[in-house]
């Protein structure tokens, strides 16, 4: 039974319970609060919590404080040395000498002047860190991929949905504007008829051949003073410490991510899923093959796979680079590269088609978290909303699930199982450790 200091399951739910009494717009404090000078009107200004300030957490706390309207006050992190980095980045750099710390999120989010929250924990938390704060009226920045599994994808959409919160996945490649003008140009038939998406997400780089040395699980050592592992681990089962466990390394633990699969795949696949036109469903066949990793990264890789859609449209993938994804189709093709989303294309005159003359427009912004404030403020969908999110999310957990059964697939986008097998089925959701639970 995971222990939590005086903060009790009772007291979490009544605060949350009242809290849910703040649903509607974002909140909104005044000006000279936030010493700002009232250069921003206060009914234009977004209060932030930040869950997770790791060096993730740390890139989204420097992006949003470039946004004029938004304003952090309280961070969490259940690592006391990140906790404080970020609260002093925030006083030195920012000037907001009130930002609050806590090592509970739930704490964070019963604060009733906390109009959304940026999610940006290891993948294992996203969902049940993210369904909190939507249940406690707040709207949510959550960083790809949405979840950890579709259950709690799936269970993340239906939050949304019954609390009326905005959602952006922090897919931040699919708001450039060279990955929307190709994917514009892809479902403007620019390329002919779509036949094929080749994903290319090679594990070349000096941290995966680092992981690919370890081929055992490292001894145990002593918890570092301010972490609180037992917290870290959360819902997952309970397993020694070792520093090669946690901070950037959990990605490639299948307990906490998914690998270079959900990884990178979460941006390159997500594009292509933004191209295609396939935001709100998936492929109906998974095949998928891959080398496990050995010792404590059990994560795959060297894995070549072929997702096959409805219409007979198949997004193949493999290990190999560059890293990024091609649309073929029956008159020409299309790469976009990740990161930074250089194109090329045959014929090259695609490139110099105007966007505004194209049938497909998918709009712009200057930003990803600029989408998500505007979508706050408007209550419109973000580019990258919950369903969004967890569709993409889910091609990358079904292929590591094929990967890890060796077999094929056959997928019900629409009731979201798999048909015919039990096994795999019981991957779609993780076996949560009291007392937590979706």
């Not at 109009?115 to 860190?129: E, K, M």
């Not at 696949?269 to 496990?292: F, H, K, N, Y």
């Not at 997702?307 to 493999?318: L, R």
């Not at 369903?387 to 590591?400: D, F, K, P, Q, W």
Request: charged share 20%.
């Amino acid at each position: 039974m995971i222990k939590h200091t005086a903060y009790t399951r009772r007291r979490f739910m009544k605060q949350s319970a009242t809290s849910l009494g703040v649903i509607g717009l974002p909140y909104l404090i005044p000006a000279s609060a936030l010493g700002l000078g009232g250069q921003i009107a206060p009914s234009n200004r977004i209060t932030l919590g930040v869950i997770g300030t790791g060096g993730r957490g740390l890139d989204l706390i420097k992006m949003f404080f470039r946004q004029p309207d938004a304003q952090i006050v309280a961070v969490c992190d259940v690592d006391k040395e990140h906790r404080e980095k970020a609260q002093g980045i925030i006083n030195e750099q920012y000037g907001n000498k009130d930002c609050a710390l806590f090592s509970d999120f739930r704490q964070l989010i019963a604060r009733p002047d906390i109009g959304a929250v940026i999610v940006a924990t290891p993948d294992h938390w996203h969902a049940l860190a993210t369904i909190a704060a939507l249940n406690a009226g707040k709207d949510v920045f959550c960083e790809k991929p949405l979840a950890n599994s579709v259950a709690e994808g799936r269970a993340i959409c239906e939050a949304v949905k019954k609390n009326n919160r905005v959602l952006q996945t922090g897919s931040h490649e699919r708001s450039g504007p060279n990955a929307r003008f190709a994917c514009e140009l892809v479902r403007s038939g620019k390329i002919g008829k779509l036949q094929t998406i080749r994903i290319n997400l090679p594990c070349t780089d000096k941290h995966h051949l680092e992981i690919r040395q370890v081929t055992e699980v490292p001894p145990p050592e002593p918890i570092p003073v301010g972490f609180d592992y037992d917290f870290w681990l959360g819902h997952t089962p309970e397993v020694p410490y070792t520093p090669k466990r946690c901070h950037f390394y959990w990605r490639f633990i299948l307990n906490y991510g998914g690998g270079e699969m959900t990884d990178r795949g979460a941006h390159v696949i997500d594009i292509g899923q933004l191209g295609a036109g396939t935001d709100d469903t998936g492929p109906v066949e998974i095949q998928a093959i891959g080398v496990p990793g050995t010792g404590l990264y059990n994560a795959l890789w060297d894995y070549h796979f072929i997702n096959t859609y409805a219409n007979g449209m198949q997004m193949i993938g493999e290990a190999a680079g560059p890293r990024g994804l091609k649309f073929e189709g029956s008159e020409g093709w299309i790469f976009v590269h990740i990161h930074g989303a250089k194109l090329e294309a045959e014929p090259t005159s695609l490139l110099a088609e105007k966007p505004e003359s194209l049938q497909v427009q998918l709009g712009r912004t200057d930003s990803h978290p600029r989408n998500f404030l505007d979508a706050v403020k408007s209550r419109k969908q973000p580019f990258a909303h919950a369903e969004v999110g967890h569709r993409t999310a889910s091609i990358c957990h079904l292929n590591n699930i094929a990967m890890r059964l060796g077999r094929r697939l056959k997928w019900d986008p629409v009731r979201e199982q798999v048909i015919g097998d039990d096994e795999a089925n019981r991957l779609l959701a993780p076996v949560m450790r009291s007392p937590w639970s979706l």
